[in-house]
């Protein structure tokens, strides 16, 4: 989803510096060097969340098949199972298609973050307030789509008017900022609601998942009359049983982060943002980074 999230990093403390004019180069690199580890970990664990959604619904099928016994291509069990496998896949499809969203949906919120500073030093305000415009176009059009795309409603916010823009923030980037400073914050709460939309729906397909493949992988064997290797059982079992336990968790201190990341990113705005809190929330992402890495 953020492959690129070190980008807004970057750009958001160079707001910053408009509002402070206190942070050092060796800050941004800190800050560029863990948005780019936490753009890593992140999509880590989204690939992990659509291998576990394609891969529940693969040991359903399969778990369908059994229970359904042997059936000619032409019988109605054999019909009523090819319309199952399509119900299936189709959900797969919506939730992969979520997905991708977010990923586009960053992408436009990274590009508009990187305009911000072409407005800061342009020689040519007007153009770059016209790719401002398009970009921000853009950026709400896949918001509206993230939205429309959810299995479950997720509210649009109300109006903040308490954001107030630092007197030290001038010419078109606090222009730029006053006109859209609630749309980039909703965007960003978007991306945090789908994130935590997307945990709790891998939750449910580990707990499935990890039943079906209990039964395939670990008792089945035991009850078939073949010789079973004792400590390749094992093994099984250990896998079975701790897989993936992990990535729900994952997933919800990403969504945690960027909630840390808008707070921060009106902070940076409104003058607020102190090295403390700027180097704080850069050892917790460079940690969080570091204990996926690991366990890739």
Partial sequence: MMRNFHKTFVVVAIIATFASGCRSTDEYKKFAEAGNSFAEATNSLLEDAEKITINTTSERLLSDRRTS?????SDEAAKKFVARYTELSEGDTKRLELIKELRRHNQFLQAYFNKLIELT?????????AAVESIANNLQSSGSKLVSRSPIKIDRLPSVTKIVLDARIRGALREELEKRKFTIYQEITFQEKVLKQISESVEKDITELRKLQ??????KPLTQ???????TWIATRYQVLTREAEVVTKINDTSDKLTRFKEIFIASIEGDLTSKRL????????????????QQ
């Fill in 69 to 73: 016994g042997e059936f000619q291509p």
């Fill in 279 to 294: 180097d704080n929330f850069i050892q917790e992402t460079n940690s969080f980074s570091a204990l996926v890495s690991s």
């Fill in 121 to 129: 030093g342009s020689d040519s305000p007007e153009r770059s307030k």
């Fill in 225 to 231: 009359l073949e010789n079973v290797n004792d400590d």
């Fill in 214 to 219: 209990e039964y395939r992988l670990v008792l």
